[in-house]
């Protein structure tokens, strides 16, 4: 069984930065490409950032910059660095996994949240 677990998330001034964590379990890391969304209170939920099948990473242009995705293949975790947070960044971000030889086999997190106020 596939199981994602995200941790990180919290209340913090904007400009401010966090650090998500999310491990994977249940799944060979290798066979999957793995990636970060997030959903405000009202509004669907949206790329932040993600590799691809051929090893790059893609970022939505609001966080270009001030976000950054890494892996740790030996600890079968990817995190999410986030600086320079701002008010509009408030969501609940969601860890995902997809499946190399199906790209409809997707997984998903509980979330965490983030909010940025001051």
């Known amino acids: 069984q596939v199981r994602l677990v995200e941790s990180g998330g919290g209340l913090v001034q904007p400009g401010g930065s966090l650090r998500l964590s999310c491990a994977a379990s249940?799944?060979?890391?290798?066979?999957?490409?793995m990636g970060w969304y997030r959903q405000a209170p009202g509004k669907q939920r949206d790329l932040v950032a993600r590799t691809t099948i051929y090893g790059r990473t893609i970022y939505a242009e609001s966080v270009e910059g001030r976000f950054t995705f890494s892996r740790d293949n030996a600890k079968n975790t990817v995190y999410l660095q986030m600086n320079g947070l701002h008010p509009e960044d408030t969501a609940v971000y969601y860890c995902?996994?997809?499946?190399?030889?199906?790209?409809?086999?997707?997984?998903w997190g509980q979330g965490t949240q983030v909010t940025v106020s001051s």
């Open positions: 995902n996994a997809r499946e190399i030889a199906n790209s409809n086999n997707n997984y």
């Open positions: 249940g799944i060979i890391f290798g066979s999957i490409t």
